[in-house]
């Protein structure tokens, strides 16, 4: 007969299945702390969503009279417009894999090209968006002392908004990053046995 | 007698001694991996302090003449100084930990505040390295339809040496906020024996 310690150590498998380090994702315990695990990425992907989204939009709009200046002038603007459009395309995409994910207990993907995407992925985007953003407001700063905003203070408002709202779509995009990230490097030391 | 699979799953130890997860560490293999790691990780904290520390030095150093526009007439130009300046020190501060770590194979500080100091540390100054940078960037691009570079080129110069400078120290701080993740992932994986 077995010793308690050595069934417990097998995780409580029988013989026949010595626990690799996989088998542990199956446990109803587990696949319940995976269950919210994926939630709270879901929760952060559909925030970074709304707020890409809106600050898109914003800067898109940003220009309705042909008098007035236009967000396509100015460099730094069109890569705020264009990142957020990005990060918002790339989070609604996320999000379907996100919810793909909770209903079926599968990744969308094989699950190693899955967490390394998303990852990735996160990881890129975050820093985009973040270059993005502050680069338009390094601009929009500057345009405050010329006669931009005196002729069009409405434009330097919107960019403004549209700029604050891109910034917290990034701390959204980041807080995924984080998430995704640990998942890569539960991935690797849980399935490729690689230990520090 | 134990079964040879009761004898695997038990990791090759007696009985009395069931694999903690941190056991692990102490094997030669594990101290030989965990030595090219930090190896690793203390060539790109080098490289992060030479590119960041010289960057700083050259917008520190772009107003020789009070005639000509200086750096700290510029907003999105101090933050650029300011932001290298502190990821040097930091740098040369982390590299102080790392060698400590590959001649002692201790951490300088606690294990748990160790990690997560390093972690934390590197994802914040690479986001405000970036940051700094973008906005420079930025402002650089601005600058150069203005009569500020007519008037002096060489201004115009060495702030975009020193804001490429400042890209080049934000490539290799991020790499060690992705090795430094990857352990933060390893210490909570490993000792608290969260598994997803």
Known sequence: MRSPQAEAAAGGFGNETPPLPGTRFRSTVSLHKLRRFNILILVFRFAAF?????SAIFMFTNSKDSDLPSWQDFDAFRFVAVANAIVALYSLMEIGASIWEILR?????????QVWFD???DQVFAYVLLSANSA???LARTLKETDTCTASNTFCIQS?????LGFAGFLFIGFSSLLSGFR???FIINYSGFYL
């Open 50 to 54: 709304c707020f890409s989204l809106a």
């Open 105 to 113: 207990a599968s990744t969308f993907l094989p699950e190693i090209i």
């Open 119 to 121: 990852f990735g992925h």
């Open 136 to 138: 338009g407001a390094s």
């Open 160 to 164: 403004d908004i549209s700029i604050a």
């Open 184 to 186: 890569v490097a539960n």
